[in-house]
Nanobody, 124 residues
Framework: QVQLVESGGGLVQAGGSLRLSCTAS????????MGWFRQAPGKEREFVAA????????SYADYGKGRVTISRDNAKSTVYLQMNSLQPADTAVYYC?????????????????WGQGTQGTVSS
């Protein structure tokens, strides 16, 4: 069992930035590929970014390329999501997730463990 706790959400103005963090409860954090997903009101959960166990492989949703960076610090059991040039359309609850088997998957069904989410709100 892995417990994931997100932090770093908040309210920012359009054009601003947010840096989200997700800390895992287990020392075997490096055994999991990690992903970030988001869910806006009235919409389905969608992929944002993912990173492999070692951090050498990353993947991004098209809408995030150039604006979003995922990284991880295995010594701190933490994965980060840096988001820049935010727009109101980026308003959502952001979730991190852990994948024990795969590597930087964009499919939510590949992830076994999920955090509770952190709200990110972008005002116009």
């Amino acid at each position: 069992q892995v417990q994931l706790v997100e932090s770093g959400g908040g309210l920012v103005q359009a054009g601003g930035s947010l840096r989200l963090s997700c800390t895992a409860s287990r020392r075997t954090f490096s055994s999991y590929a990690m992903g970030w997903f988001r869910q806006a009101p009235g919409k389905e959960r969608e992929f944002v970014a993912a990173i492999s166990r070692s951090g050498t492989t990353t993947s991004y949703a098209d809408y995030g390329k150039g604006r979003v960076t995922i990284s991880r610090d295995n010594a701190k059991s933490t994965v980060y999501l840096q988001m820049n040039s935010l727009q109101p359309a980026d308003t959502a609850v952001y979730y991190c997730a852990a994948d024990r088997v795969g590597s930087a998957s964009s499919r939510s069904r590949d992830y076994e463990y999920w955090g509770q989410g952190t709200q990110g709100t972008v005002s116009s």
